[in-house]
């Protein structure tokens, strides 16, 4: 028996990166998969890997800024499956051009503002709301949502990114606090630096190097090791695990920012000729 067997999903943004692997995971520990994305026909790719591979999977369009094309999500999975055991909001918006316009707080826009948190907070929000009755219903469910590391400090760009995956932090707990008693449990993945389609179009081959540094891992984060995460969340192992974001970032956001400093400046002045990790 795996992990998943028995359970039903449904996960958007699925055509891609850390959705499409949590899609392929969810399958592999037994579960029968709604993948949805904006793009229906990666949506279906996916759902088809599943099914070439013996798995149980259905691919639609989703577009996640759309109120009742969440609802419709929603009763489509029920229909095809009988019942839903998790929702997991993962989709994000990664239009470069909003990226653009969101690195000068005096430039700040509030359209892109807007555009951002109805996709990355919305989308989820709205999708839970749909979900809930019948998850209550059945007294059993589990909502995930994908979070970032930009939730978890200040930032010097994506003043509306970061503060979308803030806004996804409260929704988690307050999901978890106002329906764990009913059965409910609501808990975030926070990745860090990933290696997903969307990662490598915006992160130069020099960012990429730099995002190495950053690691205390000997390596980048992969979309499997965040979907290896969800799929416990999403499982009964994780029955007593509720409201909590949960750190996949190969150890970036460890140290203290002194911790740099004391690489740099404290530890050579005691320690002459000594090589330092992240020197
Ligand atoms: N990759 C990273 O380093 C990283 C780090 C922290 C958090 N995250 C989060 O992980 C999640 C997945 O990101 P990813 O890196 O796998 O990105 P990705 O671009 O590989 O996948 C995102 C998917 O979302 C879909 N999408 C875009 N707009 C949509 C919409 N309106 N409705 C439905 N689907 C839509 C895209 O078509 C794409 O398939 C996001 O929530 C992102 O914020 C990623």
């Not at 795996?2 to 692997?21: P, W």
């Amino acid at each position: 028996m795996t992990r998943l067997t028995g359970k039903t999903a449904v996960i958007t943004g699925a055509g891609s990166g850390i959705g499409r692997a949590s899609a392929l995971k969810f399958a592999a520990e037994g579960a029968a998969v709604a993948v949805t994305d904006i793009l229906g026909e990666t949506a279906e790719a996916v759902a088809e890997e599943i099914r070439a591979a013996g798995g149980r999977a259905v691919g639609f369009a989703v577009d996640v800024a759309d109120d009742l094309a969440l609802k419709d999500m929603i009763e489509r999975t029920i229909a095809e499956f009988d019942k839903l055991d998790i929702l997991f909001n993962n989709a994000v918006n990664t239009a470069a051009g909003k990226r653009k316009r969101d690195v000068d707080f005096l430039e700040f826009d509030p359209a892109v503002f807007h555009e951002i948190v109805q996709v990355n907070v919305l989308g989820g929000v709205l999708a839970s709301k749909y979900a809930l009755p019948h998850m209550l219903e059945r007294g059993d469910g589990c909502i995930l949502f994908t979070s970032s590391t930009s939730s978890l400090g200040g930032d010097v760009a994506q003043f509306s990114y970061g503060a979308s995956k803030a806004m996804v932090n409260w929704y988690v707990k307050t999901i978890a606090t106002n329906y764990g008693k009913q059965g409910i449990r609501c808990n975030a993945v926070i990745p860090g630096v990933i290696e997903t389609p969307a990662m490598k179009a915006w992160a130069s081959p020099e960012m990429h190097a730099a995002f190495m540094k950053l690691q205390n891992a000997p390596r980048l984060g992969q979309p499997e090791d965040i979907a290896n995460l969800a799929a416990y969340l999403a499982s009964d192992e994780a029955a007593f695990m509720n409201g909590g974001l949960y750190k996949c970032d190969g150890g970036m956001t460890a140290p203290l920012p002194f911790a740099q400093l004391q690489l740099d400046y404290l530890i050579p002045r005691h320690k002459p000729g000594a090589a330092f990790v992240g020197s």
